[in-house]
């Protein structure tokens, strides 16, 4: 008897997604970006890091909406320590996760997960992954056709 991959999914609205261009890749500097961030009482969520290109990195992470005004504040405070720094927002999106403790011994979830978005033309704007459930951030208009697509998928009620 297989075991199923995916075993529940779990959605949260209103998600922004704020990104740091141009941001010297100095983990000084990152873990101060971040320390501000919490020192206003502002969970962050999913976080991207690309790797550095001459002396730069990108830095992606998500948060609610709610928050995001006071996480702008803090950001803003970094264009001193980093002159060329842009920040990107996107809001107006939805993180959905699936998660399956079994998943980590069975192979192809993640592209299960994405030929389902596909078919639907569902784009994934950030994504992150552990042993046991993926994330993703899509646009919230695509948010009912995701969860149904996912849910015929991994057969999930």
Do not use: H, W
């Amino acid at each position: 008897m297989s075991q199923k991959p995916v075993t529940s999914l779990d959605v949260t609205y209103n998600v922004s997604l704020v990104t740091l261009n141009n941001l010297p890749n100095n983990i000084k500097l990152i873990s101060e970006v971040f320390t501000s961030i919490a020192n206003e009482g502002i969970s962050i969520d999913m976080i991207s890091k690309s790797p550095s290109v001459k002396g730069n990195t990108t830095v992606s992470f998500s948060l609610l909406y709610d928050d995001l005004v006071k996480a702008m504040s803090c950001l803003n405070k970094f264009n001193e320590k980093a002159s060329k720094l842009s920040l990107e927002i996107d809001s107006f999106n939805t993180k959905f996760c699936v998660f399956g403790k079994n998943m980590k011994d069975i192979p192809g979830v993640a592209a299960r997960l994405f030929n389902a978005l596909a078919k639907e033309d569902i784009e994934i704007k950030l994504v992150t992954t552990s042993e046991s459930d993926i994330s993703c951030l899509i646009d919230e208009k695509d948010t009912d056709k995701a969860i149904a697509c996912v849910k015929k998928e991994f057969d999930l009620e």
